[in-house]
T-cell receptor, first 114, second 115 residues
Framework: DQQVKQNSPSLSVQEGRISILNCDYTNSMFDYFLWYKKYPAEGPTFLISISSIKDKNEDGRFTVFLNKSAKHLSLHIVPSQPGDSAVYFCAASAREYNNNDMRFGAGTRLTVKP | DAGVTQSPTHLIKTRGQHVTLRCSPISGHKSVSWYQQVLGQGPQFIFQYYEKEERGRGNFPDRFSARQFPNYSSELNVNALLLGDSALYLC??????????????FGEGSRLTVL
């Protein structure tokens, strides 16, 4: 069962423009959401997270927005840089339970063109 | 500081064989989790160990087993390999298992190919 979905397998943007990556989830027990970035031949690395008590979290060029009623979150990268080209995974977990049991989406491959 | 280390990085097995994958967590991390990433999909949770005890298990058959040692390193074992077990196996460590998840620290993974 796919509880976390990333419906766009790929996204291409021009350097300097905004990248918006989307993620939907179905399990209302999820209360913590994370984005991971993965380069080829490397493990995923943590990028940014958001708790369900917030609707926005910002860290430099990266902002995550959470819409609980729609069970939707998005990652905004502004401005996009060529080094941001990677696969981005959305992940969700429930803090009440084992928070290492994260459910990941299938990923979105972002390409930032110079 | 060393990150999460996994071995081997690549291996090829044939159907029916057994495989053991190893993981050393970041120093000070007591929790180790294993994930399977099949091509084109996101990582899928297999196991989590904390303080040498199994604390979580994903929807995987009994052919998959794991353990954690006193030094917090971990092994993932897969018996009677099937073609569908071909995947990247990721190990992740973290400091705690309750409260805000924070981040998982992933290793580079062990790529298993079953022929």
């Amino acid at each position: 069962d796919q509880q976390v979905k990333q419906n766009s397998p790929s996204l291409s943007v021009q350097e300097g423009r905004i990248s918006i990556l989307n993620c939907d989830y179905t399990n209302s027990m999820f209360d913590y959401f994370l984005w991971y970035k993965k380069y080829p031949a490397e493990g995923p690395t943590f990028l940014i997270s958001i708790s369900s008590i917030k609707d926005k979290n910002e860290d430099g060029r990266f902002t995550v927005f959470l819409n609980k009623s729609a069970k939707h979150l998005s990652l905004h990268i502004v401005p996009s840089q060529p080094g941001d080209s990677a696969v981005y995974f959305c992940a969700a977990s429930a803090r009440e339970y084992n928070n290492n049991d994260m459910r990941f989406g299938a990923g979105t491959r972002l390409t930032v063109k110079p | 500081d060393a990150g999460v280390t996994q071995s081997p990085t690549h291996l090829i097995k044939t159907r029916g064989q057994h495989v053991t994958l190893r993981c050393s967590p970041i120093s000070g991390h007591k929790s180790v989790s294993w994930y399977q990433q099949v091509l084109g999909q996101g990582p899928q949770f297999i196991f989590q160990y904390y303080e040498k005890e199994e604390r979580g298990r994903g929807n995987f058959p009994d052919r998959f087993s794991a353990r954690q040692f006193p030094n917090y390193s971990s092994e993932l074992n897969v018996n009677a390999l099937l073609l569908g077990d071909s995947a990247l196996y990721l190990c992740a460590s973290s400091f705690q298992i309750r409260g805000d998840p924070g981040e998982l620290f992933f290793g580079e993974g062990s790529r298993l190919t079953v022929l």
